[in-house]
C-alpha cells in the first residue's frame, strides 16, 4: 500500500525559516507534490518534484529524495497568512497513467508574532 | 481563484436523501477528479475522468457515482446518503495527467 507521513503540527515564529517533512512509502514514484490549504478552503498548488533536488519559488522551497523516500518544504520569512495546512501528495504510482494523488494528513502550521 | 466552480457552497440534507454536485473545470482542462475531506480522513480521492471517460478510482462507495460530460463539466452523484458522508467535497481539473490540480472553492455537505 501507499503511506505518506508528516507532522500533525508545527509552530514557528514570524520572520523565520520553518521546515516541514514529509516521507512515503509507495510502490514506485511518478512526482510529489505540496499544496497549502487554509481552513475551509481549497488547496492551492505550491510546488512540484519528480527528481532529486531542490526547486525554489519565493518563500517557498521544496526538496525530494527518492532515495530516502523523503520531501520536506521549506518556508522562509514567515508570515502570519502562512498560518495554514501544508499537505503532501504522491502521484500514484499504481499501473495506468493517472493523475490520481495520494495525500498525507497535512501539517497544520501556526505562525505566531 | 483557480478558475474551478463548483456549485451549490453548501448542501443540507436528510439521511437516505440522494444529491448531486457539479464542476466546471478550468478553461482547458480536461481532467477531472473528486476529492472527499473529512476532519478525520483528510483528503480522500474518488474518482477521475479524463476528456468524458473513467480513469481511475479510488475507494469511492457504491452509492455514489460520477460523469463527465462533453462540455467536461463533471456531477457527482451521492445516494442514500448517510451521516458518515458529511463532508467537504473538492473537484480539481489538470490540463494533462500528471500535471498540477487545480482546486475548486468545494461544496460543504451536511447530512441531518
Known amino acids: 500500500g501507499q503511506n505518506i507521513d508528516q507532522p500533525t503540527e508545527m509552530t514557528a515564529t514570524e520572520g523565520a525559516i520553518v521546515q516541514i517533512n514529509c516521507t512515503y512509502q509507495t510502490s514506485g514514484f511518478n512526482g510529489l507534490f505540496w499544496y497549502q490549504q487554509h481552513a475551509g478552503e481549497a488547496p492551492t498548488f505550491l510546488s512540484y518534484n519528480v527528481l532529486d533536488g531542490l526547486e525554489e519559488k519565493g518563500r517557498f522551497s521544496s526538496f525530494l529524495s527518492r532515495s530516502k523516500g523523503y520531501s520536506y518544504l521549506l518556508l522562509k520569512e514567515l508570515q502570519m497568512k502562512d498560518s495554514a495546512s501544508y499537505l503532501c501528495a504522491v502521484r500514484d504510482p499504481g499501473g495506468g497513467n493517472t493523475g490520481k494523488l495520494i495525500f498525507g494528513q497535512g501539517t497544520t502550521l501556526q505562525v505566531k508574532p | 481563484d483557480s478558475g474551478v466552480t463548483q456549485t451549490p457552497k453548501h448542501l443540507i440534507t436528510a439521511t437516505g436523501q440522494r444529491v448531486t454536485l457539479r464542476c466546471s473545470p478550468r478553461s482547458g482542462d480536461l481532467s477531472v477528479y473528486w476529492y472527499q475531506q473529512s476532519l478525520d480522513q483528510g483528503l480522500q480521492f474518488l474518482i477521475q475522468y479524463y476528456n468524458g471517460e473513467e480513469r481511475a478510482k479510488g475507494n469511492i462507495l457504491e452509492r455514489f457515482s460520477a460523469q463527465q460530460f462533453p462540455d467536461l463539466h463533471s456531477e457527482l452523484n451521492l445516494s442514500s446518503l448517510e451521516l458518515g458522508d458529511s463532508a467537504l467535497y473538492f473537484c480539481?481539473?489538470?490540463?494533462?495527467?500528471?500535471?498540477?490540480?487545480?482546486f475548486g472553492p468545494g461544496t460543504r455537505l451536511t447530512v441531518l
Open positions: 480539481a481539473s489538470s490540463v494533462a495527467l500528471g500535471k498540477e490540480q487545480f
